[in-house]
């Protein structure tokens, strides 16, 4: 048990070699759970710890080296309001011009904003059967993971 890393040659599920973070979000993969993120991120790191501390397997995905796509983020605000999905909190957000903040004011806007800077979205997103989680909270955590069974 333990983590698996996507930016690995063995990532494969089930004989399909998925490529792009869109192709293995859109599987809707019920038995595996795909952590998405930067390493670095202290957030990031403690849903790390708190998974490998259950031996909950995950696949990890480096935002850094994989930068998320519009479809994926579509399919995220399927399950997470675009006010959660979008980190207004951080460096990056205060970095922005007025005109390019003005762009979040519509979905598309922002989906527009968060592939361009991907340090836009709240960290960690935790996909799986359950649907998404954006952030991590210890509770969260543990229900979504008591619901998958």
Request: charged share 25%.
């Amino acid at each position: 048990m333990g983590r698996i890393t996507a930016n690995s040659q063995n990532d494969k599920t089930k004989n399909n070699e998925f490529r792009t973070i869109a192709d293995i979000f859109l599987c809707q993969d019920k038995f595996m759970r795909h952590l998405y993120g930067i390493p670095n991120c202290s957030t990031v790191k403690k849903a790390r710890a708190w998974l490998e501390a259950r031996q909950i397997d995950y696949v990890f995905h480096d935002f850094k080296k994989e930068a998320p796509t519009a479809e994926w983020l579509a399919g995220c605000l399927q399950h997470v309001p675009l006010e959660i999905l979008l980190n207004k909190r951080g460096t990056t957000w205060r970095k922005l011009t007025p005109e390019e903040q003005a762009q979040a004011a519509d979905e598309s806007g922002a989906i527009a904003l968060m592939c361009a800077y991907p340090s836009l979205i709240k960290r960690p997103v935790l996909t799986g059967g359950n649907g998404v989680l954006a952030g991590f909270d210890e509770a969260q955590y543990a229900q979504y993971m008591q619901a998958a069974g």
